[in-house]
């Protein structure tokens, strides 16, 4: 006789959110015009100390895109005392590693360290931002490796997709045209001589905010940063806004052709709004219902419902200036003039009507969850306040960010849609076999269709 199971125990019930409290800061500011911000997170063994310089891609002049970038990458490359390896082997004494780069708004320098080794660590971040050494020989090597990056890049769909995307949806005299890295011809330009420049004029103490996270007081943070950095002078000039207009006011479709590709990589969309606009959580809870989750529209519709594809989404890329909005995917050749007309019909839906409040609700419930765990280390803390202050976002941003995601309403997230979607404007960008795609997408009717040629990202 076979032995009768126990009934399982019933489900635990969820509770109620717990309460949540972003690390406390506080913002100072040196005699020769530093920022400082100081987050003590005591019972970490680690401090994390993030330089956040007021200088990104859309610094670049015309011409030299990629400057910024390049910039960024070659201020780990040595300074006025250490070679590249001699740097390394500093850093491997003090029990850390240095990260630098840039993206569009700004360039970051960051490392960490136990409290012990802080004082060591902070002297080689000083003499970083101060004095970077921009050897000739290892800039011409990281020139090469960039072109050899945009070189490869050409030969990817994804990449390519990306690419171009941005070109055809920015207005041509919009930094944005170009990637951050820069383009073929661009890179070819830079030199050490031009990353003196740039550095002379952009990396001041007025442009740059030194975050501290970690195992530290704020007052012994201040001391640490007016030590090594007190003494640093030089005003940077004011950021200016670029042109973030639209290159097409109503829809096109353009084939980047990619001769006999199996696949066909999708982009549709626009240039948005600034990560600062007051819609930023509606638009937010909007985009995660129609592409932002794998349960979104778009996905369940091309993945779950047509089989056509591995996963769709949508996002923001959201920047200081007008982000780019757009919608990707992978398809085979075949359906994709399909999966273009379902993701504009899934546009259309959203504007059309409420979405329904479960829909709303399992956005809310993730994004609501899911964002204390993003910060469970200094690194983590130290980005978002790096975040926070270069999107000027308000104080209280992360202590409000919960309630606030809670607080949009199935009405809100209509209203944003049709304010910040524009379907009679969505560029249309497929990079594929151009052959095969251009009379399923011209018979589409959703706009003229021509051919993007891949030399035109190339074009200064």
Same mark, same amino acid.
């Given at each position: 006789?076979?032995?009768?199971?126990?009934?399982?125990?019933?489900?635990?019930?969820?509770?109620?959110?717990?309460?949540?409290?972003?690390?406390?800061?506080?913002?100072?500011?040196?005699?020769? $015009?530093?920022?400082?911000?100081?987050?003590?997170?005591?019972?970490?063994?680690?401090?994390?100390?993030?330089?956040? !310089?007021?200088?990104?891609? #859309?610094?670049?002049?015309?011409?030299?895109?990629?400057?910024?970038?390049?910039?960024?990458?070659?201020?780990?490359?040595?300074?006025?005392?250490?070679?590249?390896?001699?740097?390394?082997?500093?850093?491997?004494?003090?029990?850390?590693?240095?990260?630098? $780069?840039?993206?569009?708004?700004?360039?970051?320098?960051?490392?960490?360290?136990? =409290?012990?080794?802080?004082?060591?660590?902070?002297?080689?971040?000083?003499?970083?931002?101060?004095?970077?050494?921009?050897?000739?020989?290892?800039?011409?090597?990281?020139?090469?490796?960039?072109?050899?990056?945009?070189?490869?890049?050409?030969?990817?769909?994804?990449?390519?997709?990306?690419?171009?995307?941005?070109? !055809?949806?920015?207005?041509?005299?919009?930094?944005?045209?170009?990637?951050?890295?820069?383009?073929?011809?661009?890179?070819?330009?830079?030199?050490?001589?031009?990353? @003196?420049?740039?550095?002379?004029?952009?990396?001041?103490? #007025?442009?740059?905010?030194?975050? +501290? +996270?970690?195992?530290?007081?704020?007052?012994?943070?201040?001391?640490?940063?007016?030590?090594?950095?007190? $003494?640093?002078?030089?005003?940077?000039?004011?950021?200016?806004?670029?042109?973030?207009?639209?290159?097409?006011?109503?829809?096109?479709?353009?084939?980047? =052709?990619?001769?006999?590709?199996?696949?066909?990589?999708?982009?549709?969309?626009?240039?948005?709004? =600034?990560?600062?606009?007051?819609?930023?959580?509606?638009?937010?809870?909007?985009?995660?219902?129609?592409?932002?989750?794998?349960?979104?529209? !778009?996905?369940?519709?091309?993945?779950?419902?047509?089989?056509?594809?591995?996963?769709?989404?949508?996002?923001?890329?959201?920047?200081?200036?007008?982000?780019?909005?757009?919608?990707?995917?992978?398809?085979?050749?075949?359906?994709?003039?399909?999966? @273009?007309?379902?993701?504009? $019909?899934?546009?259309?839906? !959203?504007?059309?009507?409420?979405?329904?409040?479960?829909?709303?609700?399992?956005?809310?419930?993730?994004?609501?969850? @899911?964002?204390?765990?993003?910060?469970?280390?200094?690194?983590?803390?130290?980005?978002?306040?790096?975040?926070?202050?270069?999107?000027?976002?308000?104080?209280?941003?992360?202590?409000?960010?919960?309630?606030?995601?809670?607080?949009?309403?199935?009405?809100? +997230?209509?209203?944003?849609?049709? #304010?910040?979607?524009?379907?009679?404007?969505?560029?249309?960008?497929?990079?594929?076999?151009?052959?095969?795609?251009?009379?399923?997408?011209?018979?589409?009717?959703?706009?003229? @269709?021509?051919?993007?040629?891949?030399?035109?990202?190339? #074009?200064?």
């Amino acid at each position: 006789m076979t032995p009768t199971m126990p009934a399982a125990p019933p489900r635990p019930i969820a509770g109620p959110p717990r309460e949540y409290r972003f690390p406390r800061s506080t913002r100072h500011r040196l005699a020769n $015009g530093l920022g400082v911000i100081v987050a003590p997170m005591r019972s970490y063994p680690i401090t994390t100390v993030l330089a956040m !310089i007021d200088v990104g891609a #859309t610094s670049d002049a015309r011409g030299v895109e990629g400057l910024t970038s390049l910039m960024a990458t070659a201020l780990a490359e040595g300074t006025a005392t250490m070679d590249a390896l001699a740097l390394a082997e500093r850093l491997e004494r003090v029990g850390s590693t240095l990260d630098a $780069g840039a993206d569009w708004d700004s360039t970051v320098v960051q490392l960490s360290a136990l =409290p012990s080794r802080l004082d060591d660590a902070m002297a080689v971040l000083a003499e970083v931002l101060q004095a970077p050494a921009f050897p000739a020989t290892d800039v011409e090597r990281l020139v090469a490796e960039r072109q050899a990056q945009i070189a490869q890049a050409r030969t990817e769909p994804r990449a390519l997709a990306d690419r171009s995307f941005e070109y !055809i949806a920015y207005a041509p005299s919009s930094r944005f045209v170009h990637s951050a890295g820069g383009n073929r011809l661009s890179v070819a330009r830079l030199d050490r001589d031009a990353l @003196v420049r740039h550095h002379a004029t952009h990396v001041r103490p #007025t442009s740059t905010t030194v975050i +501290v +996270v970690g195992d530290i007081g704020t007052d012994e943070a201040l001391a640490l940063v007016e030590r090594h950095l007190g $003494g640093w002078t030089g005003v940077a000039p004011t950021v200016t806004a670029i042109d973030t207009s639209r290159r097409h006011a109503s829809r096109s479709v353009r084939i980047v =052709p990619m001769p006999e590709a199996a696949q066909a990589e999708l982009r549709l969309g626009h240039v948005a709004v =600034p990560r600062a606009h007051p819609d930023y959580f509606a638009l937010t809870l909007m985009n995660a219902v129609l592409g932002g989750l794998f349960s979104s529209r !778009i996905n369940m519709n091309l993945r779950e419902a047509h089989g056509w594809t591995y996963g769709a989404h949508s996002s923001f890329d959201w920047r200081r200036q007008a982000s780019p909005f757009h919608v990707s995917t992978a398809v085979a050749t075949e359906v994709t003039a399909d999966a @273009v007309r379902e993701t504009l $019909g899934e546009i259309d839906r !959203i504007r059309e009507a409420p979405v329904s409040a479960e829909e709303l609700s399992l956005a809310t419930s993730y994004l609501d969850g @899911v964002f204390p765990i993003r910060y469970e280390t200094t690194s983590a803390v130290a980005s978002a306040l790096a975040n926070q202050h270069v999107f000027g976002l308000p104080e209280d941003y992360h202590d409000t960010y919960r309630s606030r995601v809670r607080a949009v309403t199935t009405d809100d +997230v209509l209203r944003v849609a049709r #304010t910040h979607l524009a379907p009679d404007a969505m560029q249309v960008v497929v990079a594929g076999d151009a052959d095969a795609l251009t009379a399923p997408l011209a018979a589409l009717g959703v706009g003229p @269709v021509e051919i993007l040629p891949i030399a035109a990202l190339d #074009t200064d």
